[in-house]
């Protein structure tokens, strides 16, 4: 079986990113809102979005376009809120009173992105953007390149076991053909098996006296 991965970026990630109208209105700072557990109370929605958080995840949605995203983030217990150390993604509750900071990398329509914004705690809405990741572009760049080529190869393998097979199945034919032409045809046999038949009473004579002499 013959598969082919799809890739998981675009070619021209940053051109993408720079003109699609998409990514223009999602990279400019806009209003942004937790968007889980809408049928629970307001203050359980704001457990919910802190335990979300310090789990590493939360939904959100741009409120102009109406964009919906999934952040994934470091957990505070593997030390996402030291965003010293890492600064690709990051929660942060200790920035501002009252506020988390987030930072999340994904890929987003084919293009590796980074959101970076801040939410409150209480309103749990806030304000965020998209930006282009390059860092992660160009890993994701290296993997489409080895998988266009992995496909290539692939491709020639296969048409080149293909010619094989349509090579071989011609030189059966033409063997074939060549064996049927070398023995004598039904109608052939028939013809020459009459001819050497008597084909009248005088033939018959004929052969009788040439025996008995």
């Known amino acids: 079986m013959f598969l082919i991965t799809m890739p998981r970026v675009v070619p021209e990630q940053r051109a993408k990113f720079e003109n699609d109208e998409l990514f223009r209105k999602l990279s400019r700072p806009s209003e942004v809102r ?36 999934y952040l994934k983030m470091l957990s505070v217990s593997e030390g996402a809120s030291e965003t010293g150390s890492n600064t690709h993604q990051y929660i942060d509750f200790d920035r501002e009173p009252g506020r988390v900071h987030i930072c999340s990398r994904f890929i987003f329509n084919g293009v590796c992105v980074r959101w970076h914004g801040w939410i409150d705690l209480m309103r749990l809405d806030g304000v965020g953007y998209l930006e282009f990741d390059a860092e992660m572009a ?14 290539s190869l692939r491709l020639q393998e296969l048409q080149h076991r293909r010619e094989s097979f349509q090579h071989q199945h011609s030189d059966y ?29 005088e033939d018959i004579h004929v052969q009788s006296t040439v025996r008995n002499s």
């Open 173 to 201: 034919i033409h063997d074939s053909s060549l064996g049927d032409s070398a023995m004598p045809s039904r109608e052939e046999s028939c013809n020459n098996s009459l001819s050497s038949e008597p084909s009248s009473i």
């Open 138 to 151: 160009r890993i994701e760049d290296d993997i489409l390149k080895q998988s266009v080529e992995q496909a």
């Open 34 to 69: 937790y968007t889980g557990f809408r049928d629970k109370c307001e203050d359980e929605r704001r457990l919910r979005f802190t335990q979300g958080c310090q789990e590493g995840q939360t939904e959100i949605t741009f409120v102009t376009s109406g964009t919906n995203l």
